[in-house]
């Protein structure tokens, strides 16, 4: 007899824990004034990836430019070799700001959901300090593409609450 059809959320998660494996991440730490020494949003990135089983594909630190920016995102969404890219920084509303401008062009679909939830776990954590992140989530070329604030708390809230609980289930879906 076949095996039933994955149906639901917890259906499509076993479905994807089952199909995907290893997913590959390209991880961008996007500041002015971050080195490799003192970036640690984009290690922490890399390292809980790595910890859930996840390989990292590449790894960059760019400046808050909107066309370095935009030409880092448009290059791993043309590589094979990446299933996901992590920007972390440059989300906010400061001048420098600009990582919504650079990667939202690029994207073909946003995931309205992943800005929402994240401002609302993160005011639950920061309070009305949540509203200043552009945080947001979308798809393009099969690949899905979220945009993290700098802060190492943002980031694990992203991760932890967010990400890495459905990445798998994300990446399966955008294959099918």
Do not use: N
Not at 104 to 112: G, S, V
Not at 128 to 144: E, I, N, P, V, Y
Request: net charge negative.
């Amino acid at each position: 007899m076949a095996e039933a059809p994955a149906t639901g959320p917890e259906g499509h998660r076993r479905a994807a824990e089952a199909q995907v494996g290893t997913v590959r991440a390209a991880v961008l730490t996007i500041s002015d004034t971050r080195t490799e020494e003192t970036d640690t949003a984009g290690r922490w990135i890399r390292e809980r990836l790595a910890a859930a089983g996840h390989a990292v594909a590449a790894h960059r630190i760019v400046r808050d430019d909107p066309e370095t920016v935009a030409e880092a995102v448009a290059g791993w969404l043309a590589s094979p070799d990446v299933d996901v890219i992590l920007t972390t920084g440059g989300t906010g509303i400061a001048r420098r700001d600009r990582t919504v401008e650079a990667v939202r062009p690029l994207l073909e679909r946003e995931i309205p959901g992943f800005g929402e939830i994240f401002r609302w776990l993160s005011y639950q954590e920061i309070g009305a300090a949540a509203m200043l992140s552009g945080a947001f989530a979308g798809t393009a070329r099969g690949k899905l593409v979220a945009c993290l604030p700098g802060s190492r708390g943002a980031v694990e809230l992203a991760l932890e609450r967010l990400l890495l609980p459905e990445l798998r289930h994300l990446v399966w879906e955008l294959r099918r």
